[in-house]
């Protein structure tokens, strides 16, 4: 049973336009959420975080919101840019992030010149 | 380049066979976590040291086995390998415990035939 889903294993959009890439979760011990993002070859790379005690985190361009009586999270890129073409794991953990951390299945993001 | 160091980068070997893969943390870095990666599946967690000591178990076959050495470097065996252990096998590492931003290296990619 996958307890962190991304339903959309893929996504194109246009340069300069909006990306939001979403999550859900199942498992409500979850409290601490992450977005990687991973290019081919290499490992992932950690992008932004948010806790349960908050609904928005905001890091430059990119923005994670919580809505936790949904279980649903979501990343925002704005605007989005070529270099971020690369696959997008959504993680869960509990106990404040000292689990182990649940990944999704990744989407991939195409941003078109 | 995220600190944390993987050998080998790829490896081939027959059903059967045992082989061994090695990660090096960050330096500082006590927590170690295993996942595996299967062809377009999310990250699935398999093991955590911190060091030196095991602290949490994912779903780790028990054709499986891991161990964090005094110098925190960890290894992680494999052994009757079957067909369907061919995947990325991606070590992390963080501070503490919890691996909130836990940085990842590159990843073997292990090809059984």
């Known amino acids: 049973d996958q307890q962190v889903k991304q339903n959309s294993p893929s996504l194109s959009v246009q340069e300069g336009r909006i990306s939001i890439l979403n999550c859900d979760y199942t498992?409500?011990?979850?409290?601490?959420f992450l977005w990687y993002k991973k290019y081919p070859a290499e490992g992932p790379t950690f992008l932004i975080s948010?806790?349960?005690?908050?609904d928005k985190n905001e890091d430059g361009r990119f923005t994670v919101f919580l809505n936790k009586s949904a279980k649903h999270l979501s990343l925002h890129i704005v605007p989005s840019q070529p270099g971020d073409s690369a696959v997008y794991f959504c993680?869960?953990?509990?106990?404040?992030?000292?689990?182990?951390?649940?990944f999704g299945s990744g989407t991939r993001l195409q941003v078109q010149p | 380049d995220s600190g944390v160091t993987q050998t080998p980068k790829h490896l081939i070997t027959a059903t059967g066979q045992r082989v061994t893969l090695r990660c090096s943390p960050r330096?500082?870095?006590?927590?170690v976590y295993w996942y595996q990666q299967s062809l377009d599946q999310g990250l699935q967690f398999l093991i955590q040291?911190?060091?030196?000591?095991?602290?949490a178990k994912g779903n780790i076959l028990e054709r499986f086995s891991a161990q964090q050495f005094p110098d925190l470097h960890s290894e992680l065996n494999l052994s009757s390998l079957e067909l369907g252990d061919s995947a990325l096998y991606f070590c992390?590492?963080?501070?503490?415990?919890?691996?909130?931003?836990?940085?990842f290296g590159q990843g073997t990619r292990l090809t059984v035939v």
């Open positions: 992390a590492s963080s501070p503490e415990l919890g691996n909130t931003e836990a940085f």
């Open positions: 498992n409500s011990m979850f409290d601490y």
């Open positions: 948010i806790s349960s005690i908050k």
């Open positions: 993680a869960a953990s509990g106990a404040t992030g000292r689990r182990a951390l649940t």
């Open positions: 330096s500082g870095d006590l927590s």
């Open positions: 040291y911190y060091n030196g000591e095991e602290r």
